[in-house]
């Protein structure tokens, strides 16, 4: 028998929650479909188990998308004050960690056991865990088949995310819908990443594994260029830190990223003005400005000596230091792909959707939101506010 409602969600993570939400509210009858046995797992596993929900400094300009205008509605219409008088109605405690992020004072589960609360309050009827074997349009009705029988509506919102963390339940289901719909894809890419490097150039690194420090660092140029001052942390197969995952969005296999270890400050400058009054030893001089680990290797992979004097030495040589501190220029040879990527870079192109509804142009009543579209934002709690605008844009439409 055909179970008939007037709206199906495929996806009950952070998007497909919150557009569930809405739309039942609005009186829809919603059905909410998950392959997964347990809810909402990235919301569980962000921040830490606290969730780093939204950012109170969100605009447009921290997303990434071949068409960077799209994401300017859904997030002018839905912005992180909004959320949190949600959160403030469920009386959930949060404070700022850094550069506007906000995170849960308890856990994550407080955030997913709110959005369930907000789809029991729009009668959303649940199917979890429940796989999606087929999506047909016939009319201007869609048909599902599932492993809990057929059903059918007059819209269908795909809320499957993107590809990064396979274990968890990632898939390739929007693609393979949007494909189906012949709809463009913009190549997806693992984004938010750590950067890996070939096994042999990285060997000089490889002690430095666990050593951490402020950075600069930047790649590309003009309408791609990425500049961030963050944390990076050495590992034993290449970068990670705050500032790798952020460049590595923007970051093109095959080009350098320039890395500024030492920023606000010109290294060989320094040390050339400071030839006579300057009484260290480089190894020591070092050791001021960067974590001391990180002094002795480096000298010793540039192939200075740690107990030279900078009086005795050259100034093309405190020149070439210098560059190596504050211009690092390297080329990764690639990331760490899906398996510890925090998001999916491209998606369903969103030149064929409606930035006010999420909806299919050419296919009414077929939407996408989240991540599963080509709109990707930094690291610091962006993704989850796209995630909640895009939900809420699709569900006040459908
Ligand atoms: P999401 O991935 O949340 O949900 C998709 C749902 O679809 C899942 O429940 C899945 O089971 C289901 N699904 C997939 N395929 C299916 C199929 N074929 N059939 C049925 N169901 C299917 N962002 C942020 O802003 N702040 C943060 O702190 C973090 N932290 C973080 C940590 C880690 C480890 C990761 C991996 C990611 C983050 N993120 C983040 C990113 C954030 O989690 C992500 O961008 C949002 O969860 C995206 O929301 P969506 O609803 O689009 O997908």
């Known amino acids: 028998m055909t179970k008939q409602v007037d709206v199906v969600v495929i996806g009950a993570g952070a998007a497909g929650m919150m557009c569930a939400a809405v739309a039942g509210q609005r009186g829809r009858k919603v059905m909410l479909i ?143 819908v949007a494909r189906q719909f012949e709809l463009k894809i913009v190549e997806p890419r693992p984004a938010l990443v750590p950067l890996t490097f070939d096994a042999k150039a990285w060997q000089p690194f490889v002690a430095l594994a666990g050593v951490a420090l402020p950075v600069e660092v930047e790649t590309g140029a003009k309408k791609t260029r990425g500049w961030f001052k963050e944390d990076l942390l050495f590992t034993h197969r290449g970068l990670s830190g705050p500032a790798i995952l952020q460049i590595s969005s923007y970051w093109q296999p095959g080009t350098p990223l320039t890395i500024n270890l030492v920023p606000d400050m010109d290294i060989a400058q320094t040390l050339i003005d400071g030839k006579s009054t300057l009484k260290k030893n480089l190894g020591n001089l070092l050791a001021q400005w960067l974590p001391s680990r990180l002094a002795d290797e480096w000298l010793r992979i540039n192939g200075f000596v740690a107990d030279a004097r ?16 504050n211009q690092w220029a390297i080329v990764p040879d690639g990331t760490e792909g899906y398996r510890k990527a925090e998001v999916t870079l491209g998606g369903v192109d969103t030149r064929e959707l409606s930035q006010q509804t999420m909806m299919v142009n050419k296919v009414p009543g077929l939407h996408f939101v989240g991540e599963a579209i080509d709109v990707t934002g930094w690291l610091g709690g962006y993704n989850f506010q796209w995630a909640w605008a895009s939900g809420v844009a699709a569900g006040q439409a459908v």
């Open 34 to 176: 998950d392959h997964a046995s347990r809810l909402a797992e990235k919301i569980r596993i962000s921040g830490g188990g606290r969730c780093n929900f939204t950012n109170v400094d969100t605009t447009p300009q921290n997303f990434l998308s071949q068409n960077p205008h799209f994401c300017k509605s859904a997030l002018s219409r839905f912005t992180p004050q909004d959320f949190l008088a949600l959160m403030k109605r469920y009386r959930i405690a949060y404070h700022e960690k850094h550069k506007g992020q906000l995170f849960c004072d308890n856990s994550a589960e407080d955030i997913i056991a709110m959005l369930k609360a907000e789809c029991g309050i729009g009668n959303v009827e649940w199917r979890m865990p429940c796989g999606v074997q087929s999506l047909a349009k016939q009319g201007d009705q869609f048909l599902m088949e599932t492993d809990m029988g057929t059903v059918q509506a007059s819209s269908v919102v795909v809320a499957t995310g993107g590809l990064s963390i396979p274990k968890i339940g990632a898939t390739d289901f929007a693609y393979r």
């Open 310 to 325: 900078i009086a005795d030495m050259p100034d093309k040589e405190l020149r070439r230091l210098g560059t190596s501190l």
